[in-house]
């Protein structure tokens, strides 16, 4: 796209201001879902998703519309550079994280669950695989892999010539497919195994948690710093299956599960005496649980009760 297709209208040209921006804002709206999810799978943070799309709307709202051939592929130009000028400074921030980072979980509707690929590219394990990506090859996947854009297109949103894009794109690919769960597991799979997990941990009892966790079951929590959270994976069914069982009742307080969807697979949603305590999401395969991912730092657990939309 020309550089005149990124400058505002100026005053005197025909066109009212006001049908501009009415036009301008009903191609954001219709696309805005797309855009957050664009985002939010380069970032992992809804809060700073939501910063992107409204600078991406920002610059939007100036753009003279005539010059813009395809209003979806611009929409998405402008929130993947805004999206990586945010995930370089991100990593500055993360550096100084106290203890391990993981994504912001996401209360998903039902039917996301229905589009496999959807699904499983919001999942907390696959935002955990990305993170192991550089800025430009995580936005290269996520455009290519995803949202299946064409490489010239990635191309543009990201800065670079056609041919190096193709190259990003197969090295990530690689480095994704090394690194991801192996296999595809129904939701009803990931459910079952996870009442069952549900069930032994309410209870308490160390073999039910055996039964149901891989031999090479790994745990992470985030508290950010503010809540008691593992500062180490802890890997091992053993030693996961131990922790929970002596960790998971706390004296003189009430505690509550509740499975919900989270991050378009089933998860659950921890409350103590009453208030969101955190959020549980766990990776299955072959039955059991392979990942364990609970989110305890309060910063992230504004989008657990209300449901956010995502869409491809």
Known sequence: ???????????????????????????????????????????????????????????????????????????????????????????????????????????????????????????????????????????????????????????????????????????????VAARRPRGTVSPAETRAALQAFQRAIETGELQSLLDILAPDVVALSDGGGVKRALQQPVLGADKVARLLATGWRRRGAERSVELVQINGGPALLVRLNGEIDGVLAVRVENGYVTGLYHVRNPEKLSRVERQTAVSR
């Open 1 to 175: 796209m020309s550089e005149r297709s990124e400058r505002p209208t100026d005053a005197g040209e025909p066109r009212d201001r006001g049908d501009r921006v009415d036009s301008a804002t009903a191609a954001f709206l219709a696309h805005r879902n797309l855009l957050f999810t664009v985002a939010y799978e380069i970032l992992g943070s809804a809060t700073d998703a939501e910063d992107v799309l409204q600078e991406t709307w920002l610059r939007w709202v100036g753009v003279d519309l005539d010059t813009v051939r395809e209003k979806r592929a611009y929409l998405v130009r402008i929130v993947t550079r805004q999206a990586l000028d945010r995930l370089r400074a991100l990593g500055r921030r993360k550096e100084s994280y106290v203890g391990p980072w993981l994504p912001e979980p996401l209360l998903t509707a039902p039917d996301v669950a229905d589009d496999v690929e959807l699904a499983d590219s919001v999942s907390m394990a696959m935002l955990l695989v990305l993170e192991t990506l550089g800025p430009t090859e995580r936005a290269v996947f996520v455009l290519r892999e995803v949202f299946d854009l064409e490489y010239d297109e990635i191309a543009e949103a990201v800065g670079k010539t056609p041919a190096a894009v193709r190259q990003i794109a197969h090295r990530a690919r690689a480095h």
